[in-house]
């Protein structure tokens, strides 16, 4: 194996030679091997090889590892270059485009990846996988236009029968829609796939694409704060991994157990989350084997969090800056978003350590990377612009900190611009109202009310948008802050009734927070109001 990796031309070159029959087969199975083993590189070097004999399913399979290695366009440009309308050909552009963020593109190439596989399922493969009652052609199912249907859910509706490819496909589409933040629509797909699963190899069975399927599906209640959900899915799919795995465990049950960890994260249970992301990084180096891997550094990241939430900034220092050295070293000296996403927690925490300047140059690293990133594609990337954004309301907010109110100003407008060409993504509004409100605080910091006031309404609009009209903690500081710069202008009948306004809904939403006693003792002695950060 480490010989494979290692000079995989040469190595592969030989086993060729010694059994020359089954050239070709022989060489499938060792690059599908690496592929499983995340070695992509060495993947790529014989497939490059055997691409020289201009093999349509030799240049699609190169084209996924190019994908793999994060080179889309050029994955993309091989694929369209092959002229055959098929399967593999269709479903591996949809997974590079996905990659790309172009979800569209994606949509449509799986889209036409099913409609081909499924509509040349014949009776005899209908019989193989269903039995005999399927055996006619009176029982064969009808062909099908997914391309022109435009509702997802009703193309769910006319998928019968399946094949593994068919059901593959469906949970690709399933991604695609999780990607677009249609996570409803994603959650139905990957029901669907489950059924189908259920249907062809019997309920429960312990196959490779329900796992699959269990583990995506897990990611997107995640996405949607279902943690629960979440977590029975990654267990039903860690038990599936380990029972077909032969070894210690592999990539899949390492992720598996990586994004458990970040789930019991996000539920505050962070010592199953160390647990998790603990065994996770075993599995990683055991598969690594003393390498540089970027699964490794993205979870000492996902720990890094871990620490972090239960205040222990030191041992997440040392899990940032490890997962940041990981990063560098694979990249050598070019940038991506998990180095970028990791310098940005790590200013996060430099930041809760009072340690401000090391936060700032995090920071500055962070935008630096993102921005590299974005002028070096020429074009827009999914996601990136978004966290640029967030990074530059992090590095104002540490300004804010350090009285630097001016150049606090300027991270905040920048963010906000981004947000605004943004508006579309989702989760904007959230981002945006949080720099709003800093903003306003910062403006009210440096005696400039009428802006302050400005950017604390704006903030308070788009709160009161994502609770739908209805009351939340986020409207009742908002109300504060703007309640104090009335009264720092002068205004002080405006001001008390805003604190009054608040207090009301600090009472009802949140009754022991201790703001509730500081907004009585203002509205009493109708003293000026320090805003709150």
Not at 477 to 503: F, H
Request: negative net charge; hydrophobic residues 35%; proline residues 2%.
């Amino acid at each position: 194996y480490n010989k494979l990796c290692d000079a995989p031309v040469d190595c592969a070159s030989q086993i060729a030679s010694d059994l020359p029959e089954d050239t070709r087969d022989t060489l499938d199975v060792l690059t599908d091997t690496l592929m499983w083993c995340h070695e992509y590189r060495a993947a790529h070097d014989i497939y490059q090889y055997m691409s020289d004999k201009g093999s349509c399913d030799v240049r699609m399979r190169l084209a996924d590892c190019l994908r793999c290695l994060g080179n889309h366009r050029k994955a993309i440009e091989i694929l369209e270059c092959i002229p055959v309308n098929s399967y593999g050909r269709y479903s591996t552009l949809g997974d590079a485009y996905r990659d790309l963020g172009m979800y569209n593109e994606a949509e449509t190439s799986f889209l036409k990846a099913l409609q081909i596989e499924y509509n040349n399922i014949s009776v005899d493969v209908l019989t193989d996988y269903y039995g005999t009652l399927l055996a006619t052609e009176d029982d064969r199912k009808e062909k099908v236009d997914l391309i022109c249907t435009a509702s997802p859910d009703h193309r769910l509706k006319m998928i019968t029968v399946s094949t593994p490819s068919v059901i593959q496909c469906i949970a690709s589409l399933g991604n695609v829609y999780s990607s677009m933040k249609q996570r409803n629509t994603a959650q139905a797909y990957y029901k669907k796939s489950l059924q189908l699963i259920d249907e062809l190899y019997g309920k429960g069975a312990a196959v490779s694409h329900a796992a699959d399927t269990l583990y995506n599906q897990a990611n997107n209640y995640r996405h949607m704060e279902r943690y629960c959900d979440a977590e029975q899915c990654y267990a039903l799919a860690l038990n599936i991994y380990k029972e077909k795995s032969t070894g210690a465990g592999g990539p899949s049950i390492a992720d598996t157990l990586n994004n458990m960890g970040l789930n019991y994260v996000l539920m505050n249970q962070y010592n199953k989350a160390k647990d998790k992301l603990s065994e996770a990084l075993s599995v990683y180096e055991e598969i690594s084997q003393g390498a540089s891997s970027a699964d490794i550094a993205g979870t000492l990241n996902n720990q890094g969090n871990n620490y972090r939430l239960k205040k222990q900034y030191r041992d997440a220092e040392l899990c940032y800056i490890e997962s940041i050295d990981l990063y560098r070293d694979i990249l050598h000296g070019t940038g991506s978003a998990d180095l970028a996403g990791t310098l940005t927690d790590l200013g996060m925490n430099y930041n809760l350590m009072k340690e401000y300047s090391k936060a700032n140059q995090s920071y500055s690293e962070a935008l630096s990377v993102y921005r590299d990133i974005l002028q070096g594609a020429g074009h827009a990337i999914a996601g990136i612009h978004i966290e640029l954004a967030y990074t530059l309301y992090k590095q104002g907010t540490n300004y804010h900190i350090m009285k630097q109110y001016s150049d606090a100003e300027k991270c905040f407008m920048e963010a906000l611009a981004i947000y605004e060409k943004e508006s579309h993504t989702s989760g904007t509004i959230n981002n945006k109202a949080d720099t709003l409100s800093y903003l306003g605080s910062n403006y009210n910091l440096m005696k400039r009310y009428d802006e302050a006031e400005q950017s604390y309404c704006g903030a308070l609009g788009l709160y009161r948008q994502m609770a739908q009209g209805a009351d939340s903690i986020d409207v009742a500081v908002t109300l504060s802050n703007l309640g104090g710069n009335y009264m720092d202008k002068g205004d002080d009948n405006e001001g008390i009734l805003k604190l009054k306004e608040a207090l009301s809904i600090f009472q009802r939403l949140d009754p022991e927070n201790p703001k509730i006693k500081e907004l009585q003792d203002v509205i009493a002695s109708q003293n000026s109001y320090c805003v709150i950060l």
